[in-house]
């Protein structure tokens, strides 16, 4: 028996010059659809809410058509096939994409909705929106393919307490590297990192000394410096470079960049003295490697290898208690809310 | 029959605070060395003037040993194997490494002369010294290696009359390249670029407004920037990559920074916003690709698809003068000085 409604939330109110408030969302009731040829539909296991959430609601962000007022929230989730008018996706595939804040999404799969069939079966299908999912993706393919991470590499990891950052030290750990150092804001992000997520030795960017403190812990230099933050942080990282090291590019290092002239590098002088390399990439551009880094990641979740963070909330009702709480920083790891079994 | 005498230039005078000059030398005659075990004897066949000269002849550049007064002068040459003592250089080979300016040379092969062997049989043993040696390998293994260039691809070449920049065209165009252009610094080498060297267009960057002029040649901006200046020229080619162009640090950037605080860069964001990677490299710690780059260039010189300029002055008398035409700009092309058949 197909379900014939479908509970959402739509955006009620845009939260202009303000946080964002409950009241901006209102749950409502719609029909199911009915499929068209291509179509699909699917049963929301886990929804994922993301910082960028404030902007979809304001403007799309400036890379997403902008969300009108009584449309279903926008948002990542991870839910399970329950019909199907399409080929490559069949009745039981776990499946990863833009299914927005509901029970039941109905897509084509074309690109937009960036969905991919979640393969894994050791862990919860929850960290598909995590450590098992684009988050954990960026995290590795930054690392071990653009970063080329290897045994014995010596790590400077920026945003260390953020999504990608909580899990870059294990990962890095799990390539080889003998030491990882992350960067962050705040005494207790650099507790965590050390305490929690792997990490040798934290620096916090707002009190320490980070070009004295990165000699002191690293006094040997940077092999692989993964970087998710630009601007400053990036500068004094390159004048701990190590020759033939990688420096990439993954972060919001775009939001600094976007609000003016960006600051003007001082110390890339050392990319050409040390031979090195310096890359940016887009996750998005990376699909055929997905299923590789899942498998990779799944390997190391199965034998304890990879800890992850994860909030949890219970039933589509939090959705918008789950988006407020990332604002007020009360979740510790990758908030996600459970919608159904 | 072995020779016994060897003729030879050895330094008589450091030019301190001024040009080189022929009596900073002075040809006399050794005896040639018995071989110890490993050693090899070479016979000079043609041998390489290049402008870092004069700082051997003042302190050794920093990167070698200072030269002392009365030692032979320090120089790469490509010669014939005469006799042997080493089981992986036999009579007969042709090799190119650190010969010194003399007509005979010993060596054991150990990395600091630069001994690889000469394969190709298609064009003069001098052009080991130019198009088919360290200079095409940097221009080959740069621009296909590290620039991974492509059918299509839009390149900019900085320094593009140098002895690097002097092959990069072709090599780029060899390589699928749709248009090249190239930056120098006088008129007179502009031409040369479009008329000889398979430029499509050529700036002046003394002259020019680079900015505005890499906006009118490349108007849909840059897949692969081969730059061997760096600085000023660097910045401004970054503000025109296109997504996932490939930047190439080649040069003589070392120059400028060693000669203080570098100059910073203002347009590195773009590296971050179009996905782009930017990065060095060192010739001399790419020997395992230049067997493949010499026979990838031979090739193309064989069917008659890459042109070089090759400037020979005959007899090891000519070595200082040859050496004192660089600093006078009087050679066009690689000059080398033809000293045994």
Redesign the interface.
């Known amino acids: 028996m197909l379900p014939t409604r479908n509970r959402r939330w739509v955006l009620a109110e845009r939260p202009h010059g303000r946080n964002v408030a409950e009241t901006d969302f209102r749950l409502d009731t719609a029909p199911v659809a009915q499929l068209a040829e291509h179509e699909f539909l699917i049963q929301t296991l886990f929804l994922s809410v993301a910082p960028v959430m404030r902007q979809y609601m304001l403007d799309g962000a400036g890379i997403e058509r902008p969300l009108q007022l009584g449309e279903v929230m926008r948002g990542r989730g991870v839910g399970r096939v329950i019909a199907s008018r399409n080929a490559d996706f069949r009745v039981g595939d776990i499946v990863h994409g833009k299914l927005g804040w509901q029970e039941f999404a109905v897509t084509d799969g074309s690109p937009y909705f960036m969905m991919y069939k979640v393969r894994q079966r050791v862990a919860p299908y929850s960290t598909a929106l995590g450590a098992l999912g684009l988050t954990g993706f960026t995290a590795y393919l930054g690392l071990a393919d653009v970063g080329a991470t290897r045994a014995g590499d010596r790590v400077l990891v920026s945003g260390a307490a953020g999504g990608v950052g909580s899990i870059c030290a294990q990962i890095a750990r799990n390539l080889g590297a003998r030491r990882v150092v992350g960067l962050a804001g705040s005494a207790a992000k650099c507790a965590l990192l050390t305490q929690r997520l792997g990490y040798d030795a934290a620096i916090n960017y707002r009190r320490d000394d980070v070009d004295q403190r990165i000699a002191e812990l690293l006094p040997d230099g940077i092999d692989v410096f993964f970087d998710n933050v ?1 601007a400053e942080i990036l500068d004094t990282g390159l004048k701990h470079i190590r020759r033939h090291a990688r420096i990439v ?1 993954c972060g919001q ?2 939001t600094y ?1 976007d609000a003016g ?2 600051r ?3 110390n ?2 050392a ?12 996750i998005y ?1 990376m699909a055929q490697h997905f299923e590789r880094a899942e498998a990779a990641l799944a390997a190391w979740i199965a034998a304890g290898k990879l800890e992850y963070l994860e909030d949890r909330l219970e039933g589509l009702e939090q959705m918008p208690r789950a988006l407020i709480r990332l604002y007020s920083g009360e979740n510790i790891g990758k908030q996600v809310v459970h919608v159904s079994d």
Chains 1, 2 share one sequence.
């Not at 090195?276 to 887009?282: D, N, Q």
């Open positions: 630009g590019l290092i775009a960049v002239k960006p003007p590098l001082y890339h002088d990319i050409f003295k040390r031979m090195a390399r310096m890359e940016a990439f887009f551009e």
